[in-house]
């Protein structure tokens, strides 16, 4: 896959017709040992699927499973990210519910932490920064939708329940941006790893959404006809 041919199929009317296709596609090559790639159980719950980096732009597959177990974070799931993010939804419903941070030295409800990402895992740096969030509304994305997250902009994510869901994800990296999470304010800086999948785990992961897509697409392909 590459980066500015998807992004184009996303944005175009057909997005639903292309887009599950050449994930599938992807997702075959991995399920099948023809593609080798470790995905990387994320800190919010979802397998991480790197499927391209080329520079400053990258591809990944966001699958939740169901089966994850519950996330044992360290600082909150409010977060904002260093790079623009076009999620489109391949099944399933993802909820983002968008953070407003304002600076809060004498009363604050969170601190600002870097977040300082390598192959092993992620550095957790207290910054100075005291602030206060309020919760903004939900926004529900579906199949055949996609949103869109400026780098910078604070937001939680969540798949409602055990539900299956599965996203591919477009991310364009921000030079001038870091990755940021909310905490505690008294939290200190400390490593979290990241948990690597095996390659049958991998392969299994992949295989799911393979079928699950598979079975998406025979039914939209029934409709028509």
């Not at 996303?10 to 050449?22: E, H, L, N, Y």
């Not at 966001?62 to 391949?90: F, I, K």
């Not at 994305?141 to 996609?146: K, L, V």
Request: aromatic letters at 4%; charged letters at 25%; glycine letters at 8%.
């Amino acid at each position: 896959m590459d980066y500015r041919e998807v992004l184009r199929e996303i944005r175009q009317p057909t997005a639903a017709a292309r887009v599950p296709g050449r994930v599938r596609r992807t997702l075959q090559q991995v399920a099948h040992g023809h593609r080798r790639l470790t995905a990387v159980r994320h800190p919010l719950g979802f397998l991480c699927l790197p499927v391209q980096r080329r520079g400053a732009y990258g591809i990944c597959v966001h699958l939740w499973t169901g089966q994850q177990p519950e996330p044992e974070l360290t600082t909150s799931p409010m977060h904002s990210h260093s790079w623009d993010l076009v999620s489109y939804v391949l099944y399933g419903e993802v909820r983002n519910q968008l953070v407003q941070v304002t600076d809060e030295p004498a009363a604050p409800t969170h601190r600002l932490f870097e977040v300082l990402s390598d192959g092993d895992g992620d550095e957790i740096r207290p910054t100075a920064r005291l602030v206060r969030c309020q919760l903004g509304p939900v926004q529900s994305t579906t199949a055949g939708d996609n949103y869109q997250l400026a780098a910078g902009e604070f937001h939680l994510t969540v798949v409602p329940g055990a539900a299956e869901a599965a996203t591919v994800v477009l991310g364009h990296a921000r030079a001038d941006v870091v990755d940021l999470s909310l905490g505690e304010p008294r939290t200190r800086q400390h490593r979290v790893s990241r948990h690597r999948c095996t390659e049958l785990e991998t392969a299994q992961a992949a295989g799911l959404a393979v079928r699950r897509l598979t079975d998406i697409m025979m039914e939209s392909a029934r409709r028509r006809g």
